[in-house]
């Protein structure tokens, strides 16, 4: 559910991404992979969520990025 949720969020690369980890018989794959699909979700339930913001200058770009969980942050 949460991840058909976040489908239109994340696109078909990143949800896929998401789902075979998800899906990893490793501990170590689906663990961390349940995390950032809950946080993710939350944080979209919050209000606008963005993945891997294109215009992010600098570095690498964060996975997600909002200014709805600490307002003018």
Known sequence: MMLDELYPVLGDAKA???LNRLEDKRVEQALPAEMELGLLWAIDQIGEL???P??????NRPDAY???????R
Not at 54 to 59: K, Q
Not at 66 to 72: C, D, H, K, S, W
């Open 16 to 18: 896929r991404d998401l």
């Open 50 to 52: 963005e993945i891997e």
């Open 54 to 59: 294109e215009w992010w200058e600098g570095g």
């Open 66 to 72: 909002t200014e709805q969980l600490v307002p003018e």
